[in-house]
């Protein structure tokens, strides 16, 4: 396959690097930059659309990178180390490999619902990184799905993506405008746990075992009304000392957790 070559900073260079940091042209484009040999290798494995490859061009490629190059059929682009250096974010010198990937619609039966399902929203978050930590958590935990809704940091942040650690490509990331896509979705199909400092029960001495929809709010405001009212109950994280709250990652992942471990003890008896 030819590849083409970038070694000034023409057009093309400028239309990448709005990738980074503009998310209008990445929703435009419905593409993002993927950065890392993990989240890359992750992104091929798991069949995601890599519409183009950026690579050094003024040094030899590890053997992973050329074993990478010659598994896909993708337009190739050679770059000035410099250039790359600043697709990749990366302070000490340029990587490898960054990939141009297509983003998957937000379409919510991406996620699938069954007997066993469990769901996470997170509710308006401001940060990507947090973003890309509660996937991660998802993931590790056996999640089947996480729904991004309202007005929400992006989940293609090359923050968020980096954060994720490669988790983003297993695990189905939906946005949607509001909380009312995702309950006329569920339909009824699983219970709406809400999290929150003055829940009704403690988050242990609820039942998770059956199909739940695990809701985590905004970093300061918490949940949304909407979401509040749609919850069938609202659950705390007992906690100790001065702090007042959990960072919303944290508080997924301890969620996350008490859902595995109850679901482990379940199918144990």
């Known amino acids: ?14 239309q990448l690097q709005t990738l980074l940091s503009n998310r209008t042209k990445r929703g435009r484009a419905k593409e993002f930059l993927v950065q890392g040999v993990r989240p890359i290798t992750m992104a091929v494995e798991r069949g995601w659309t890599v519409r183009a490859v950026l690579h050094d061009a003024q040094r030899p490629l590890s053997r992973w990178a050329d074993d990478l190059l010659r598994g896909l059929d993708t337009e190739r682009v050679a770059m000035a180390s410099e250039l790359l250096a600043e697709l990749s974010e990366k302070v000490d010198g340029a ?7 297509a983003m998957p619609s937000d379409d919510l039966a991406r996620i699938p619902v069954d007997d066993t399902f469990l769901g996470l929203v997170f509710d308006r978050p401001t940060q990507p990184g947090n973003i890309g930590a509660v996937v991660r958590s998802a993931d590790a935990f056996g999640a089947d799905g996480l729904v991004v809704t309202g007005h929400a940091a992006d989940p293609y942040d090359p923050k968020a ?90 508080a997924a992942t301890v969620a996350l957790y008490e859902a595995r471990r109850q679901r482990l003890g379940s199918s144990a008896r």
């Open 161 to 250: 993506v980096r954060a994720s650690t490669g988790s983003l490509f297993a695990l189905p990331v939906v946005r949607t405008p509001s909380h009312r896509e995702v309950v006329e979705w569920l339909a009824g199909r699983a219970t709406i746990v809400g999290t929150d400092e003055l829940g009704d029960t403690d988050l242990a001495g609820f039942d998770l075992t059956g199909p739940v929809l695990l809701l985590i709010g905004n970093e300061t405001a918490g949940l949304s009304a909407g979401w509040r009212e749609a919850c069938d109950v609202m659950v705390s994280i007992p906690m100790t000392g001065s702090a007042s709250s959990l960072n919303a990652s944290n």
């Open 95 to 101: 990587a490898e490999i960054v990939a141009v990937v």
């Open 1 to 14: 396959m030819a590849v083409s070559r970038i070694m000034s900073r023409n057009a093309r260079f400028q």
